[in-house]
């Protein structure tokens, strides 16, 4: 009788996959028969839970993922971090300390921490940091800093940003570079209202927080009054100057993000400003160093032995994780990225390691030829997968005893909880779903080089399918 009952189950699973099969093939065929899709490339496919194939329409062809890469970088550093990892920042100095005065420099060094001065978490904001360094200074019975702050951002390589990205998108928010001291995720917020008239000049009027040796160039110009925010931001990490260019909405203030060129500089100049307010005067500068040992100014960093006085611990990685997918934070991926190329592939630069993510991947099972990364944000148009690769990796992390962090980090995007992706001509989703009968889902969708605006309503009518 029990068999007899399996084998009924499974004759009605096998029976409803088909009727889920073949509505999803209707649907898919209607939206490939849109002018929108004329040259589009397309990867789908579906299994359920167990790994049986539901759906498949070119599911081993590589295409650009745009954010979608983020599920294999999240998957990883759960697995090989851990979901209560904690980057550490530390503060020290050298020299003498004799009656409140230090005659030597402090420092403050950290191994990649993007959350650093983020407004994104209670209790780590800007202020909250300066706030218990100040009292960590304290308590050390500093009143005066006779020499300079320095800012050590030895931790990781130089290069700051992938090579495979777009010089307009680098100067971007969501183009912000991976430091070794982060601050503010590397972001900053222009607010800049827009002429009466379409053409006319535009008004920078605020800045969210000061600048340190940056020169902005204004060229941004108004647009018509219904039009959008079509600003471009253009700057290098290290640079002096930031080039603004576009449009905005005539008539109305809007508010621009741009990448931090130098996050190290920006917070030792923080650090000075804050302690100052506190009466703990720094007589000398704000000077940083990298690993290549590139001095601010022409300063020179003396290596001397530290006294480590403070450690600062960001959020723990299921919280990082959880603003990485949710708001698609590239820095975040960019800095997870390294942190594993650093602590587990035993590499120090983004190309390496993402080659190492890739071999680990491959390592799961998944077909070496259906991924590559040059990044582990998406960024780079340079980077593809598969939508069989991105539904491997899901089927995984399911497996995973902290499965229900990343789960729970997934945004619910259509009723659905799956992780986009967007670049220019590229849009994408994947993640799981339950339908009203119960069974489980999981899928990936992705579309290059499709044209006519926005696909979403097209896309969301086939995973609605899925139901």
């Not at 290098?236 to 005539?250: D, K, L, W």
């Not at 804050?274 to 100014?297: A, D, P, Q, Y």
């Not at 006294?307 to 990485?324: A, M, N, R, T």
């Not at 990044?375 to 939508?387: K, T």
Request: glycine residues 10%.
């Amino acid at each position: 009788m029990k068999s007899f009952c399996r084998i009924l189950f499974l004759m009605m699973s096998v029976l409803g996959y088909a009727q889920v099969k073949q509505a999803l093939d209707a649907v898919f065929r209607r939206v490939l028969d849109s002018p929108k899709f004329m040259a589009a490339n397309i990867s789908f496919y579906v299994t359920d839970e167990n790994g049986n194939e539901i759906y498949n329409y070119n599911a081993q062809r590589g295409l650009s993922t745009a954010s979608t890469q983020k599920i294999f970088t999240a998957l990883a550093a759960l697995d090989l971090l851990g979901k209560n990892f904690r980057y550490t920042t530390i503060a020290s100095y050298d020299g003498v300390l004799s009656s409140g005065v230090l005659s030597g420099n402090l420092y403050l060094s950290s191994d990649g921490d993007p959350s650093l001065g983020s407004w994104r978490y209670k209790g780590y904001k800007p202020k909250d940091f300066l706030e218990q360094l100040y009292t960590a200074l304290s308590n050390e019975g500093i009143d005066k800093i006779d020499g300079n702050i320095i800012i050590d951002d030895s931790y990781f390589d130089f290069q700051n940003v992938p090579g495979g990205w777009c010089w307009n998108d680098v100067g971007n928010y969501y183009g912000a570079g991976v430091w070794g001291v982060n601050w503010r995720e590397n972001q900053y917020d222009i607010k800049i209202r827009g002429g009466e008239r379409k053409g006319e000049a535009t008004q920078v009027l605020d800045f969210s927080y000061q600048f340190e040796d940056i020169n902005i160039v204004n060229d941004l110009v108004s647009g018509s009054k219904d039009s959008r925010d079509k600003s471009i931001i253009y700057t290098s990490p290290h640079s002096g100057t930031v080039f603004i260019n576009g449009t905005i909405p005539a008539g109305k203030t809007s508010v621009i993000s741009g990448a931090t060129p130098n996050p190290p500089l920006q917070i030792g100049v923080e650090m000075k400003k804050f302690l100052s307010l506190k009466n703990i005067k720094v007589e000398g500068e704000v000077l940083t160093f990298s690993g290549l040992k590139i001095k601010h100014r022409e300063a020179e960093v003396f290596s001397r032995s530290r006294h480590e006085f403070w450690q600062y611990h960001s959020p723990p990685l299921s919280d990082i994780v959880h603003w990485f997918l949710r708001k698609s934070v590239n820095l975040y991926g960019e800095t997870l990225l390294k942190t594993l190329g650093k602590r587990i592939f035993n590499k120090n630069n983004t190309e390496e390691s993402a080659a190492r993510l890739r071999a680990y991947w491959t390592g799961k099972g998944i077909a070496p030829m259906m991924i590559a990364f040059e990044d582990g944000s998406g960024l780079s148009p340079q980077n593809y997968a598969s939508a069989k690769a991105e539904v491997q990796a899901l089927r995984w992390g399911k497996s995973q005893p902290w499965f229900e962090t990343f789960y729970e980090a997934l945004p619910t995007i259509n009723g659905l909880k799956m992780k986009s992706g967007t670049i220019k001509g590229t849009k994408a989703y994947a993640g799981y779903s339950t339908s009203r009968s119960g069974k489980q889902y999981i899928f990936s969708i992705i579309v290059n080089n499709y044209n006519g605006g926005s696909i979403n309503e097209e896309l969301f009518k086939i995973l609605n399918t899925l139901k």
